[in-house]
T-cell receptor
Framework: LAKTTQPISMDSYEGQEVNITCSHN???????ITWYQQFPSQGPRFIIQ???TKVTNEVASLFIPADRKSSTLSLPRVSLSDTAVYYC?????????????FGQGTELSVKP | EAQVTQNPRYLITVTGKKLTVTCSQN?????MSWYRQDPGLGLRQIYY???????DKGDVPEGYKVSRKEKRNFPLILESPSPNQTSLYFC????????????FGSGTQLSVL
């Protein structure tokens, strides 16, 4: 099972771009990389997923280098409402027989 | 509306009093799982189920039981709760597959006195 390492916390200001990097050195060939966002008192919610190169949606971008041993979640022009915990998850339900390992997550604090 | 519903939202109980936290999904997902979240420890998987009547242990299964008699329901049972099970619990479901995404419930805050 791929273990992930993320920064515990990050601070930013409104309007800045925020990049959160997740390390996953033992990622398997068919593992996907998925990021979840969790607001206080809520369950995590899916924000973006990728396998290689770059993925972009209306919320974020995900950059994955060729060796896939890390990935970077990019949040453009953050606002106060982006204050949340962000989790990187590597693998897949069927790849790992159902067992999933989340990291500690990165607590992002956006200040005015 | 597609959702994962957990009940209750908050629960205060005493040591040793059996309790059940319910989880139900309306998306016909095959995969369901339970997590606990504690400060500084992130999300840790307790149990998971790949399909009806198929359950298996996650990273922290001690003190918990689950059952999967129907596809939509996956209750978490604490036969004899202890204070170290005070935590925030989340249920999640997914259709499964290699690139699936998880849908989480709103959480159950459990306090065991």
């Amino acid at each position: 099972l791929a273990k992930t390492t993320q920064p515990i916390s990050m601070d930013s200001y409104e309007g800045q771009e925020v990049n959160i990097t997740c390390s996953h050195n033992n990622i398997a060939t068919n593992d996907y990389i998925t990021w979840y966002q969790q607001f206080p008192s809520q369950g995590p919610r899916f924000i973006i997923q990728g396998y290689k190169t770059k993925v972009t949606n209306e919320v974020a971008s995900l950059f994955i280098p060729a060796d896939r041993k890390s990935s970077t979640l990019s949040l453009p022009r953050v606002s106060l409402s982006d204050t949340a915990v962000y989790y990187c998850l590597v693998g897949g339900i069927y790849n790992q027989g159902g067992k999933l390992i989340f990291g500690q997550g990165t607590e992002l604090s956006v200040k005015p | 509306e597609a959702q994962v519903t957990q009940n209750p939202r908050y629960l205060i109980t005493v040591t040793g009093k059996k309790l059940t936290v319910t989880c139900s999904q309306n998306m016909n997902h095959e995969y369901m799982s339970w997590y606990r979240q504690d400060p500084g420890l992130g999300l840790r998987q307790i149990y998971y189920s790949m399909n009806v009547e198929v359950t298996d242990k996650g990273d922290v299964p001690e003190g918990y039981k689950v059952s999967r008699k129907e596809k939509r329901n996956f209750p978490l049972i604490l036969e004899s709760p202890s204070p170290n099970q005070t935590s925030l619990y989340f249920c999640a479901s997914s259709w499964g597959g290699a690139g699936e995404k998880l849908f989480f419930g709103s959480g159950t805050q459990l306090s065991v006195l």
